[in-house]
């Protein structure tokens, strides 16, 4: 129980920081037109999949 609750904790925190690095990098790419910008800056809102799917599928960075 202890471990699921730090787990929370930990993601409800990490989250945050991940979807705004997403938005820096995505803010800076110029291989992407305005409209797949706002996707990309969208699908990284929902929580624990968009930045590992902008890494992934999205050939992004977030540092």
Do not use: C
């Not at 706002?38 to 050939?59: C, T």
């Amino acid at each position: 129980m202890t471990k699921l609750i730090l787990e929370i904790l930990v993601s409800a925190i990490l989250h945050p920081i991940a979807v705004v690095l997403m938005w820096l990098n995505l803010a800076g790419r110029s291989d992407l037109n305005q409209t797949q910008k706002i996707i990309w800056a969208i699908v990284g809102v929902f929580w624990g999949i968009g930045p590992i799917l902008y890494i992934l599928v999205g050939d992004g960075a977030l540092w």
